[in-house]
């Protein structure tokens, strides 16, 4: 009798087993709705990085369909610049940070938006939403950002409502801007360690704080230098920033392999006194050198 059992269980098992490997797979189907979201928009500030005298700069924005299947055939999805949405992320960051400078729109004499619509191809899940942006007359000392924000989609899929939404804030950066780090000696001999943020103005210009003084934005008339690089990317001249009070002493210069800087000039403090400084930095996220290894 049990004998009879087990033939029974290992002819079912084999059974099984057989139809298992010859079956087609079962098709489920769609396993979720179709939801659409713009990439990188979680807590809506994203922010790109533009080089000053780039020929091609451009914002772009990627919109995504979630989804088990592709879609089967082109979607169009319409977007539109929604300041309200900048306006609620000022007032949301001032909330939380006393410091928090408001962000402004960005002049739309700096970007072309002809068509704010993005189009996803059948068999594919996201498409690109490119805006042309020439950084020209922008003020450096303002943090300027386009809101942009989905609005509909030729296919009705959902929205996702929490990543509908970017704030693309532009950062300008050239070849010479960062975060740096040395030493500014008053001489003969008095050395501190500074840490130094660059800030691109143009192409071959950075702005940077005036030896160990602050760097805070209240103090931009009188804390900080302007540096010039040469055609030859070598070369620096060292000119005040707006009513700073600071002389190029000659012979600093920009080692490109290394990406640092050797600055000579004279800075007076609101004492009156002047002092020669001798300040080295180098870029913080410089590639290190196989002899600097060594």
Partial sequence: MRSNILKHILLFSSACFFWSCTSEPADFGEQYKKTLYIVNSRDMLYVGEHAYGSEN????????????EPIKSDLTVQ????????DSLNKKSA???????????????NYTS??????????EQYGVLDIPFDPQNLDPDVSYALPITIVSNSAGYDVNEELSTMVYEVKMINGFSGDFAGSSIELPKTIRSVQPVLKAISSNSIRMPIHTLSGEAKYIKTNFMLLNIGTDSTSVTIKPWLDAKITDSGKSYYDRKKQSFYLRYTYTNEEGETFDIEEKIININA??????EQ
Avoid: H, W
């Fill in 114 to 123: 002809t068509d704010l619509s993005v189009t996803i191809r059948a068999n």
């Fill in 287 to 292: 590639p290190v050198t196989d002899t600097e």
């Fill in 79 to 86: 977007l539109e610049i929604n300041p309200k949405a900048l």
């Fill in 57 to 68: 700069n451009s914002m772009q924005f990627s919109v995504y369909c979630a989804s088990s």
């Fill in 95 to 109: 909330l939380g940070n006393p410091l928090y400078t408001d962000k402004q729109l960005l002049p739309k004499e």
